[in-house]
């Protein structure tokens, strides 16, 4: 297996607000199963579900995705 890439922010930012994956599953209406993908970076939410998680936790989109460059 190749190493992946960490490409999303979204398991930090939900611990840095006390938030669990099971919260932001039943927010976004999606499964438990789905989120926890999302937040091990083993799949990337679209960009519409992106824009709807930072919605939810108010942050800009940008906190939730990792830095291009640095």
């Given amino acids: 297996m190749t190493d992946k890439s960490k490409l999303n922010r979204i398991k930090e930012v939900l611990k840095q607000q006390g938030r669990t994956q099971t919260w932001l599953a039943e927010n976004i209406g999606k499964s ?30 940008r906190e939730l995705l990792e830095p291009s460059k640095k």
Avoid at 35 to 58: F, G, H, M, W
């Fill in 32 to 61: 438990y199963v789905v989120v926890t993908n999302y937040c091990n970076n083993n799949t990337q939410p679209s960009i519409e579900i992106l824009k709807r998680i930072a919605d939810l936790v108010n942050v800009d989109i």
